[in-house]
């Protein structure tokens, strides 16, 4: 009888194994594929003032040479005001700021593992610029708070949602290591018993 529960206890084990393996997999080849961790200005923000750039915020570092960022205003007028620049996971790209209204910031990179990654974040100038000089002096003071202020509104879901999936991962880990462990308890708690 202990033989034949020493194998049942073996095939568990080997089957919360797998099970624990599995769960930690689908975190290795998300880790491979980059993705948008944050923005200057948010997703969804409205500002009073033009920032003087705009800042992307990504999971891995991005490639100069395989990284795009396309900036476009109101009637699809171009809005870069020159190219942009990597700083470890950061890119930044000046921004030549025109007519009130809606701004649409492009990326596309490749990931390490040679997949595209793309997508766009949106935000909106409730004042048209004039005239350069003056948004370049009002934007660091003003840029702050009010791109502070639309943080809980949408990019914060986003990241949120990036960190509850590596969050699973270690979740289903933690879980399968306490079954197993739990489950050796019972084992030599049954030896024991066995043998008296």
């Given at each position: ?64 040479a395989t ?65 350069e000089s ?12 009010t791109s ?49």
């Amino acid at each position: 009888m202990g033989g034949r529960v020493a194998r049942v206890a073996r095939t568990w084990a080997v089957v919360l194994g797998v099970v624990a393996a599995s769960a930690l997999l689908p975190a290795v080849p998300a880790a491979a594929h980059n993705s948008l961790t944050g923005s200057d200005p948010r997703d969804g923000a409205r500002l009073a003032a033009a920032p003087e750039r705009i800042e992307l915020r990504f999971l891995a570092t991005p490639k100069a040479a395989t990284t795009e960022v396309t900036v476009t205003g109101p009637d699809n007028v171009a809005a870069t005001g020159g190219a942009p620049a990597f700083a470890g996971k950061r890119v930044t790209v000046p921004f030549r700021p025109g007519a009130a209204g809606l701004y649409i910031v492009t990326y596309r990179l490749a990931s390490d593992d040679g997949h595209p990654v793309k997508g766009e974040i949106r935000f909106t100038l409730t004042t048209g610029t004039p005239a350069e000089s003056p948004s370049a002096s009002a934007s660091p003071t003003t840029v702050a708070p009010t791109s502070a202020a639309p943080t809980p509104a949408s990019p914060t879901p986003a990241a949120a949602g990036t960190d509850d999936d590596g969050g699973t991962g270690w979740l289903w880990a933690a879980g399968a290591v306490v079954v197993l462990t739990a489950l050796g308890g019972g084992l030599l708690l049954r030896r024991r018993a066995a043998r008296r």
